[in-house]
């Protein structure tokens, strides 16, 4: 059983010191979270945007109740949906902008093992060390599965998550159907 915990003063403690009336962005480098997620919920009706920094919350909340961690796994992979296995390290492969700053910051943090703040601090006047864009045909766009892997992917999770194959199989081909339909 877990304790009874003031979620109110732990979220307050997370954001002390936030400016107010900062709008804040994804990828922005404006926490020192390894994973930095803002959840913006907007009503143009209210003429409002609720904003929270989910990363910082999460954290707050996983140090705020002991045993959390049991619901939190962090993979050494990560899941393309467009490939069949799971991918490893990725370096910088953009044709359109050099890397931003606060993702690169977050990537040497994951190869040192340092933390994030630690990593700023010390890159901070070694920004020429930066990953830039490549040439035009040597970035990602040039490595896409081809459509087959792509299927192939999407029916492993489709299964995985109970379709039958068939079911996953006959969807696909309505859609072939449809694509030679509208040609």
Wanted: proline letters at 7%.
């Amino acid at each position: 059983m877990v304790d009874k915990v003031d979620i109110d003063a732990v979220l307050r403690e997370a954001i002390a010191g936030e400016i107010p009336g900062v709008q804040w962005l994804q990828g922005d480098d404006g926490c020192d979270c390894l994973y930095e997620r803002i959840g913006a919920w907007t009503n143009p009706y209210l003429g409002q945007t609720h904003q929270i920094r989910l990363c910082c919350a999460w954290d707050a909340i996983a140090k705020a109740i002991p045993g959390v961690e049991a619901a939190v796994q962090t993979l050494p992979f990560y899941y393309d949906n467009n490939r069949i296995d799971p991918q490893t390290h990725q370096e910088w492969d953009s044709e359109e902008m050099d890397m931003p700053l606060g993702l690169w910051y977050r990537q040497l943090a994951v190869k040192t093992g340092m933390p994030v703040a630690a990593i700023r601090q010390e890159y901070q006047r070694r920004q020429d060390e930066r990953p830039r864009k490549v040439p035009k045909g040597a970035g990602r766009e040039s490595r896409q599965p081809d459509p087959k892997e792509a299927r192939l992917a999407l029916l492993q999770r489709l299964e995985a998550t109970g379709w039958r194959p068939e079911d996953v199989i006959a969807s696909f081909k309505r859609e072939d159907q449809e694509k030679e339909r509208c040609k």
